[in-house]
């Protein structure tokens, strides 16, 4: 993996080269951004080029080639290590003292420099983030430590003043949308239409474009609208139930980690929220696309380009009234939701809105 192989970043790459090429490298790191933005990837290709052996002096990308490169690429280095739990929602004290703490005054064993890569950081809980803060404070010159969060406000203020913080910023879609064409072999349709929901955000539009859960969900979504008109309520709950179905291989733990039933219970919990709230965003550019489509006439401008036939129809349908109405209810569905009001009931009745719009207009 080299640094010109990450999409987008540019100013986070930029930082860290520099200083491989100064050999000014800080002995901590956090990379802040949400899950999918690369940081994971970022830490591992720096970690890479820090271990390097076959790069000229003052060089930043890594060669790829020496043992030191194949090691790190297969997780086999001695001296760069992945920081884990037994725990799924949580990283203790006991892992941050054994696995950092006291290994950390230990010199190399192979390289010039150690490097400690803590995947999801923002579960240290405050006594494992204490217990790191005396090697933050005092550590031994060959240390690196590369936290990777999704939420710097997780961190004590003590450990945040002592890492150099790289916020991972939204990549820009065209960089995404060409990636998936040129790299990943998409069809510029799905390119587009993974494009339009990732935000900018790489690894969502990988997943979008490899997993069957967003197209099943955007055909349920589109059949569910079609025919919204036409069904009853408790059909309508029914197709409802249907869209927000989360795969039974999506409910099955990660990794080999243990998990209590509570920590079972919230990760479901959590996976149905997301189910939701991806739902919202299906709709929130069908009504998106319903507008535009209204306004210009132009399939071009749209989003779902291959859903033309109910659009069309849609459009004779609704007045501009009516989606304007609609969106300030899809907005206040989205509030209610961040409330913690009862999801599926919430939805339901925002459907039902619809329904009463479309067979009365």
Do not use: W
Request: charged share 25%.
């Amino acid at each position: 993996m080299r640094f010109s192989d990450v999409i987008g970043l540019a100013p986070v790459k930029e930082h860290l080269q520099n200083a491989l090429r100064r050999d000014n490298i800080s002995h901590a790191y956090l990379f802040e951004g949400e899950a999918g933005t690369g940081k994971k990837m970022l830490a591992r290709t720096f970690a890479q080029s820090i271990q390097c052996t076959g790069k000229a002096q003052g060089e930043s990308e890594p060669c790829g080639t020496c043992r030191a490169c194949i090691q790190v690429q297969n997780g086999t280095h001695p001296d760069v290590k992945e920081i884990t739990s037994e725990r799924l929602t949580v990283i203790g004290v006991e892992d941050v003292r054994k696995q950092v703490v006291e290994d950390a005054f230990l010199m190399p064993y192979a390289g010039t420099r150690k490097v400690y890569v803590i995947p999801e950081a923002h579960k240290l809980s405050f006594a494992a983030q204490n217990a790191l803060l005396k090697t933050l404070e005092e550590p031994p010159e060959y240390v690196v430590i590369l936290l990777l969060t999704e939420n710097a406000a997780a961190f004590l203020p003590t450990v945040l003043s002592r890492v150099v913080m790289l916020p991972f910023q939204p990549v820009a879609d065209d960089l995404i949308r060409r990636y998936l064409m040129e790299e990943q072999k998409v069809t510029d349709y799905a390119a587009a239409l993974a494009v339009s929901f990732a935000r900018g955000n790489v690894g969502r539009a990988l997943q979008l474009v490899k997993s069957d859960v967003f197209p099943t969900r955007l055909k349920r979504v589109i059949a569910l609208f079609s025919e919204i008109d036409a069904l009853r309520i408790h059909q309508v709950n029914e197709r409802l139930e249907g869209v927000l179905e989360v795969p039974e291989e999506a409910l099955l733990p990660p990794g080999e980690g243990k998990e209590t039933a509570e920590e079972k219970r919230r990760r479901e919990k959590k996976l149905q929220r997301a189910a939701l709230f991806e739902t919202l965003e299906i709709i929130s550019a069908l009504l998106r696309d319903l507008l535009v489509y209204k306004a210009t006439a132009d399939p071009k401008l749209l989003i779902f380009t291959g859903e033309m036939s109910y659009i069309s129809k849609a459009c004779e349908a609704l007045s501009y009234e009516d989606l304007g109405r609609l969106f300030k209810e899809l907005e206040a569905l989205r509030q209610q939701l961040h409330a913690n009001v009862n999801a599926l009931i919430a939805l339901q009745m925002f459907l039902l809105q619809i329904q009463e719009r479309i067979q009365y207009s």
